[in-house]
């Protein structure tokens, strides 16, 4: 569920209330924990023709996309890569036509989406700033707040500039953010108080290693150790 998050309109966090740290006050002081796994779907494309949600998973990054930056001006077009390596293979002219259907869909709403994206994440990373600058001490239990919403950021603002010279056909407001700067800033902001309050951090995991981490480790060994005695 990692990437379809990444991908879900501003009005999806806004309802979700993604980044928010006073949106649950009973759970504040809870530590915040993520899954991640790096994937493509390129080299493993036989999945495609048999497994929906990878399907599904598939079409959602090409809607969201249209090219990627090797080096320099040197441009990755993701569409153009794809359809013609499937053009070669026997079976795939339904992928062919998902690639196309989504090509147009990422041509004509891309924009406007990450548009959205960026304007409600100057909104979470102002509030998230606000809170920690009064209460450092949720750096602690809510570090992974911070870096997931220093990860978005940064993945919006690094599509920005990717595509703002490298789509075909695009909407001048959806490619020129006069409030890229102030999102900058909020990104400045909470990276200054990782910094500052980095001893913070580093207590507040010590103690949690040992006080929850260390007890499930124990618990673990103890189980195995059982099982191989057992055995």
Same mark, same amino acid.
């Given at each position: 569920?990692?990437?379809?998050?990444?991908?879900?309109?501003?009005?999806?966090?806004?309802?979700?209330?993604?980044?928010?740290?006073?949106?649950?006050?009973?759970?504040?002081?809870?530590? %915040?924990? &993520?899954?991640?796994?790096?994937?493509?779907?390129?080299?493993?494309?036989?999945?495609?023709?048999?497994?929906?949600?990878?399907?599904?998973?598939?079409?959602?990054?090409?809607?969201? &996309?249209?090219?990627?930056?090797?080096?320099?001006?040197?441009?990755?077009?993701?569409? =153009?890569?794809?359809?013609?390596?499937?053009?070669?293979?026997?079976?795939?002219?339904?992928?062919?036509?998902?690639?196309?259907?989504?090509?147009?869909?990422?041509?004509?709403? $891309?924009? +406007?989406?990450?548009?959205?994206?960026? =304007?409600?994440?100057?909104?979470?990373? =102002?509030?998230?700033?606000?809170?920690?600058?009064?209460?450092?001490?949720?750096?602690?239990?809510? $570090?992974?707040?911070?870096?997931?919403?220093?990860?978005?950021?940064?993945?919006?603002?690094?599509?920005?500039?990717?595509?703002?010279?490298?789509?075909? =056909?695009?909407? +001048?407001?959806?490619?020129?953010?006069?409030?890229?700067?102030?999102?900058?800033?909020?990104?400045?902001?909470?990276?200054?108080?990782?910094?500052?309050?980095?001893?913070?951090?580093?207590?507040?995991?010590?103690?949690?290693?040992?006080?929850?981490? %260390?007890?499930?480790?124990?618990?673990?060994?103890?189980?195995?150790?059982?099982?191989?005695?057992?055995?």
């Amino acid at each position: 569920m990692v990437y379809p998050r990444r991908n879900l309109s501003a009005e999806q966090w806004r309802n979700a209330q993604l980044l928010s740290l006073i949106s649950a006050p009973s759970t504040m002081l809870n530590p %915040a924990q &993520s899954d991640t796994m790096p994937f493509g779907f390129i080299l493993c494309h036989g999945i495609l023709n048999t497994d929906a949600t990878s399907l599904n998973l598939w079409k959602l990054a090409l809607q969201s &996309s249209s090219c990627l930056s090797l080096y320099r001006d040197e441009v990755f077009h993701i569409h =153009k890569a794809a359809e013609d390596l499937f053009v070669n293979i026997r079976g795939y002219n339904k992928r062919i036509n998902d690639i196309r259907e989504c090509k147009e869909n990422a041509i004509s709403h $891309a924009g +406007a989406t990450h548009r959205e994206r960026r =304007k409600f994440l100057r909104s979470a990373l =102002k509030e998230l700033a606000t809170v920690l600058s009064d209460q450092p001490g949720l750096l602690g239990p809510k $570090a992974l707040f911070v870096f997931m919403a220093l990860s978005f950021a940064r993945d919006e603002i690094i599509w920005l500039l990717r595509h703002a010279d490298n789509i075909p =056909k695009k909407i +001048a407001d959806d490619f020129m953010d006069k409030h890229i700067a102030e999102l900058i800033f909020y990104m400045e902001e909470l990276r200054a108080h990782v910094r500052k309050y980095g001893p913070v951090m580093q207590r507040y995991y010590v103690q949690y290693l040992s006080g929850f981490d %260390a007890v499930v480790l124990n618990e673990l060994v103890q189980v195995r150790t059982q099982w191989m005695w057992a055995t």
